[in-house]
C-alpha cells in the first residue's frame, strides 16, 4: 500500500492528514507498526529502517543520538506529524534529546518511544516486585528501564539480561532454529533463578519469539511488549493535539530503508504481518556529532 506522504513541501497540507513517522534500527519495529495499524486505522504511517547500521544493540549512546537524529530529520521532512521511536536501543540512548530537538522544530512535534509503556504495563503486573528485562547490551547499559520502573514504583526490583546476539539471529530469519533456542535458553535461565514474574521483552524483535520465550520462563510469568500499549499514548497524543486523522476509511503505509529493498521487503512481511508492498531506498543527511 502506498501512503499519500507529503515532501519537504507538504507544511501546506491539512496537519491531521500528515503521516505517523515510525523508525527502528531494521525491521523489529514492525512489530511496534502492526499494533499501531490495528489500534489507529485512519492514520497514514511512514516506517524507516536503518537496516544499513543494523544493529543498533552495540552502538554508543553518541551514535544512537546521531543516528536517532538523522532519521528524523527526514521523517519531518516528509511531513510527519508525530514521530514513535519503535526502537529500545534508541529510545533509551536518545528520546530525551530528540524529543526536545523535534520540539524546537517549527511544527512542534511529538516523539513517543517504546520504553514507559512497557514500564508502566510492567509495575502493573508484578506480584511478586521482581521484574526481568530482556534487552541488547545497549538498552540494558543505559539503566533507562531501572530508571523508569523507579519513578513509577521504587520497591521494584529489575533483572536486567543482555543478549547480544538474540535480534541479530530473529532479523536473519532463524528465530526457530538451534541458535535462537540456545541463545533463548541462555538468557532466561538467570530470569527463572531470580524468580521473577514479569518480563519486559526489551526490543522489538523479540515478540516474533514469544512462545519459545513463555515456554522456557514459565506459564506463571508475564511477558510484557510495547506495542499496544505505545498504540494507546500515540492514540492520546494525537487526540490532546487534535491531530486525528479526519478520514473515515483506511489509511495507507509507506516503507523506507537504508539498506536492501528486496530484503527488507522480504523480512518486514513476516514481522509486520501484513502486506508491505513497495520499499524505497533513502540515504539520508548526516548529522554532526556536535549537533
Do not use: W
Not at 506459564?219 to 499496544?228: D, E, F, N, R, Y
Request: contains cysteine; glycine residues 10%.
Amino acid at each position: 500500500m502506498m501512503a499519500r506522504v507529503p515532501s519537504a513541501s507538504g507544511s501546506a497540507l491539512d496537519p491531521r492528514a500528515r503521516p505517523i513517522g515510525v523508525f527502528d534500527s531494521g525491521v523489529g519495529g514492525l512489530t511496534v507498526l502492526h499494533e499501531l495499524l490495528v489500534a489507529l486505522p485512519h492514520e497514514d504511517f511512514l516506517y524507516l529502517g536503518d537496516t544499513r547500521r543494523f544493529p543498533y544493540g552495540e552502538r554508543s549512546p553518541g551514535e544512537l543520538s546521531r543516528f536517532s537524529a538523522e532519521i528524523a530529520e527526514e521523517l519531518l521532512r516528509r511531513g510527519s506529524k508525530l514521530l514513535v521511536v519503535a526502537c529500545n536501543s534508541a529510545t533509551a540512548a536518545a528520546l530525551p534529546e530528540l524529543g526536545r530537538r523535534m520540539m524546537e522544530t517549527t511544527l512542534g512535534v511529538d516523539v513517543l518511544g517504546v520504553l514507559r509503556p512497557e514500564a508502566l504495563r510492567a509495575v502493573a503486573a508484578t506480584r511478586s516486585g521482581r521484574i526481568g528485562l530482556l534487552a541488547t547490551p545497549a538498552t540494558v547499559a543505559s539503566g533507562a528501564y531501572e530508571q523508569a520502573i523507579a519513578v513509577i514504583d521504587s520497591h521494584v526490583t529489575v533483572h536486567a539480561i543482555a543478549c547480544p546476539t538474540l535480534a541479530t539471529i530473529i532479523q536473519a530469519g532463524e528465530e526457530y532454529g538451534e541458535r535462537a533456542v540456545a541463545a533463548v535458553r541462555e538468557v532466561c535461565a538467570p530470569l527463572r533463578a531470580a524468580g521473577v514474574d514479569t518480563v519486559i521483552l526489551g526490543c522489538t524483535h523479540y515478540p516474533l519469539i514469544r512462545p519459545m520465550l513463555q515456554r522456557m520462563l514459565g506459564p506463571g510469568v508475564t511477558l510484557v511488549s510495547s506495542g499496544a500499549a505505545l498504540a494507546r499514548q500515540v492514540e492520546h497524543a494525537l487526540s490532546t493535539r487534535a491531530l486525528q486523522n479526519a478520514r473515515s476509511g483506511e489509511g495507507d503505509y509507506r516503507f523506507l530503508c537504508t539498506g536492501d529493498v528486496r530484503s527488507f521487503r522480504e523480512l518486514g512481511t513476516r514481522f509486520l504481518q501484513m502486506p508491505l508492498g513497495d520499499v524505497e531506498h533513502v540515504e539520508l543527511a548526516e548529522i554532526g556529532a556536535a549537533a
